[in-house]
């Protein structure tokens, strides 16, 4: 069973940074895909970036296109997401999945505030 392990969220002030990450001890195979959602309480999950873990090609939702990246490290089994110029409306649960053999698994989020 894959186990994601969520870390680096926290408060930020508008304008600011913070750097998500998403580790696994299991080992990422190049077909994968790992993927960054975050939920707002009472709304639905969006889906906020995705990487192939091969080929590194990305999405971005609209709204982090030019302020969010998200890349990997396929020696430490760990996926980013770093987060430039962070606003209120980024604020939410932020979680990661890994989407490798036909099933995907889900971290347990972390928490974004992005207040003053």
């Known amino acids: 069973q894959v186990q994601l392990v969520e870390s680096g969220g926290g408060l930020a002030q508008p304008g600011g940074s913070l750097t998500l990450s998403c580790a696994t001890s299991?080992?990422?195979?190049?077909?994968?895909?790992m993927r960054w959602y975050r939920q707002v309480p009472g709304k639905e999950r969006d889906l906020v970036a995705a990487?192939?873990?091969?080929?590194?090609?990305?999405f971005y939702a609209d709204s982090v296109k030019g302020r969010f990246t998200i890349s990997r490290d396929a020696l430490k089994n760990t996926g980013y997401l770093q987060m430039k110029n962070l606003t209120p409306e980024d604020t939410a649960v932020y979680y990661c999945?890994?989407?490798?053999?036909?099933?995907?698994?889900w971290g347990q989020g972390t928490r974004v505030t992005v207040s003053s």
């Open positions: 299991t080992l990422i195979n190049f077909n994968s895909y």
């Open positions: 999945t890994l989407e490798q053999g036909g099933s995907e698994a």
């Open positions: 990487i192939q873990w091969f080929d590194q090609s990305t």
